[in-house]
Every structure is written in structure tokens, then in C-alpha cells.
């Protein structure tokens, strides 16, 4: 992808225009129902690891011939289950299960970011106030960060930012690092297009993103430069 390239939302009138809730079916990559299954099957592939791992924990402790190992089975289990826990609080705001009525401040936010990206080899540097956001922006907040953050699969440097100008909240997520990146699917899901080929689990994300800032009347940036990702959301501010 050339760098520089933008996916802008308010480039389409009948996108710009419309809440998704109001556009028709047709303008749309994939419909309601298709949409839900693909963010299950996402969910299921993200539990299965720590749910599997838990079991694998109590297998060692029901094992009469792994007593020695005990301490560490037990430690496996309050890992996983830590992590489901992470997983879990998470998916609540990022795929918007959370309530119309609910608020999130940016410690809350970084939270449960952290919850899921702490031990991995990317640093984050969290430039977010205490500034509260509402449920589409703390759902656009959240999940940009998480994108900008898995950009970095080798390491490298994460920053996530919030302004507001002109009217508009800016969300700023930009990843260096070496071999910093996005996969085919990302850059197609940040684009609002169908996935045609690949993997749905590494395209449902992103996708789900480009739909949180097109539903709240705004645009999403994606910049790819060498050894740089940079996703910008542009998101309006209620009068």
C-alpha cells in the first residue's frame, strides 16, 4: 500500500450522510447478521486460547502423577483466567455491549487496553486526558488503540493520542518499530471494504473500527510508510 493512503468516510455522500442504522443494507460491505457472526467467531477464536489453558491447568492437578507440578498449574489457571477476565471487560466496550447511558474516562480505557497488551513486546505511550468519552468515541478510542499497538508484532514504539479541534475529537494511534505493519485484511476492513480473501479474524477488527467512525458521523485515516502505521479517527463533536 502506498504511503499516505486514506480511507475517508465523508468521501461517499451516501456514507457521510446516513448513520449506519439508517443506510440500506445494499450500502453496506456486509449485513447485521453477518457482521454478528463474524465478531462470534472472533470472540470464540480470542477465548479459546485462555479457556484451553485453564483446562490444562486443572488436568494437572487432577493428574496423580503431576503433584510436582501443582504450583505451576495453579499459576496457569490464575494467568488464563486473568486474562479471560481482560478479555471479557474488554469486548464489553470495544464491541459495544456496554450501554447507551455509560461514560468512560481514558484511565478506564487505558485499562483495560493494558489488560490485554501488557507483557507483549510493543511499549505504549498513552497521551489520553481525563477527559470522558461517550460510548461510540470510548468504542473508536479503544479499538484504535488496540490496532495501533498489534502493529507492532516485533516491538517497537506505540502512541495513542486525543484532541479536540474544529469541532472534531481526533484519535491519533502511531506504531514504529521496524516491522511495523498491517496485514492485507486490516487494510481492507479500515478501508469499509468486504473481505474477499483471507482470514476473517484479521479483518472483523478493523472493520468494525472503519463501522464505529462511519456510524458516528466520521472519517478514518490509515497511513503506511516504512517502519511506521499512523490510523487517525476523525470523529464530530455534539453541539
Given at each position: 500500500?502506498?504511503?499516505?493512503?486514506?480511507?475517508?468516510?465523508?468521501?461517499?455522500?451516501?456514507?457521510?450522510?446516513?448513520?449506519?442504522?439508517?443506510?440500506?443494507?445494499?450500502?453496506?460491505?456486509?449485513?447485521?447478521?453477518?457482521?454478528?457472526?463474524?465478531?462470534?467467531?472472533?470472540?470464540?477464536?480470542?477465548?479459546?486460547?485462555?479457556?484451553?489453558?485453564?483446562?490444562?491447568?486443572?488436568?494437572?492437578?487432577?493428574?496423580?502423577?503431576?503433584?510436582?507440578?501443582?504450583?505451576?498449574?495453579?499459576?496457569?489457571?490464575?494467568?488464563?483466567?486473568?486474562?479471560?477476565?481482560?478479555?471479557?471487560?474488554?469486548?464489553?466496550?470495544?464491541?459495544?455491549?456496554?450501554?447507551?447511558?455509560?461514560?468512560?474516562?481514558?484511565?478506564?480505557?487505558?485499562?483495560?487496553?493494558?489488560?490485554?497488551?501488557?507483557?507483549?513486546?510493543?511499549?505504549?505511550?498513552?497521551?489520553?486526558?481525563?477527559?470522558?468519552?461517550?460510548?461510540?468515541?470510548?468504542?473508536?478510542?479503544?479499538?484504535?488503540?488496540?490496532?495501533?499497538?498489534?502493529?507492532?508484532?516485533?516491538?517497537?514504539?506505540?502512541?495513542?493520542?486525543?484532541?479536540?479541534?474544529?469541532?472534531?475529537?481526533?484519535?491519533?494511534?502511531?506504531?514504529?518499530?521496524?516491522?511495523?505493519?498491517?496485514k492485507a485484511e486490516a487494510l481492507t476492513g479500515l478501508k469499509g471494504e468486504r473481505l474477499t480473501e483471507g482470514l476473517a479474524g484479521q479483518w472483523i477488527q478493523p472493520y468494525w473500527l472503519w463501522l464505529t467512525a462511519c456510524?458516528?458521523?466520521?472519517?478514518?485515516?490509515?497511513?503506511?510508510?516504512?517502519?511506521?502505521?499512523?490510523?487517525?479517527?476523525?470523529?464530530?463533536?455534539?453541539?
Amino acid at each position: 500500500m502506498p504511503p499516505n493512503a486514506v480511507s475517508d468516510l465523508t468521501s461517499s455522500p451516501s456514507l457521510a450522510d446516513l448513520p449506519v442504522a439508517d443506510l440500506p443494507v445494499a450500502s453496506l460491505p456486509v449485513d447485521g447478521a453477518e457482521l454478528a457472526a463474524f465478531i462470534a467467531a472472533k470472540l470464540c477464536h480470542d477465548f479459546i486460547s485462555p479457556a484451553g489453558a485453564v483446562m490444562s491447568g486443572l488436568d494437572l492437578l487432577d493428574d496423580p502423577s503431576a503433584q510436582d507440578m501443582r504450583d505451576d498449574a495453579l499459576g496457569l489457571i490464575r494467568q488464563s483466567a486473568a486474562k479471560m477476565v481482560a478479555l471479557v471487560h474488554f469486548a464489553r466496550v470495544a464491541f459495544g455491549a456496554a450501554t447507551s447511558s455509560e461514560q468512560f474516562s481514558g484511565a478506564e480505557l487505558r485499562g483495560l487496553l493494558t489488560g490485554l497488551t501488557d507483557g507483549g513486546r510493543a511499549t505504549l505511550d498513552w497521551r489520553v486526558g481525563e477527559e470522558v468519552f461517550s460510548k461510540l468515541q470510548a468504542r473508536a478510542l479503544l479499538n484504535l488503540a488496540y490496532l495501533t499497538v498489534g502493529a507492532l508484532p516485533m516491538g517497537g514504539a506505540a502512541t495513542v493520542a486525543v484532541r479536540r479541534e474544529g469541532g472534531q475529537l481526533i484519535l491519533i494511534g502511531s506504531a514504529e518499530g521496524a516491522r511495523a505493519r498491517l496485514k492485507a485484511e486490516a487494510l481492507t476492513g479500515l478501508k469499509g471494504e468486504r473481505l474477499t480473501e483471507g482470514l476473517a479474524g484479521q479483518w472483523i477488527q478493523p472493520y468494525w473500527l472503519w463501522l464505529t467512525a462511519c456510524d458516528a458521523g466520521g472519517r478514518l485515516e490509515t497511513t503506511v510508510e516504512d517502519g511506521r502505521v499512523a490510523l487517525i479517527a476523525r470523529l464530530p463533536l455534539a453541539d
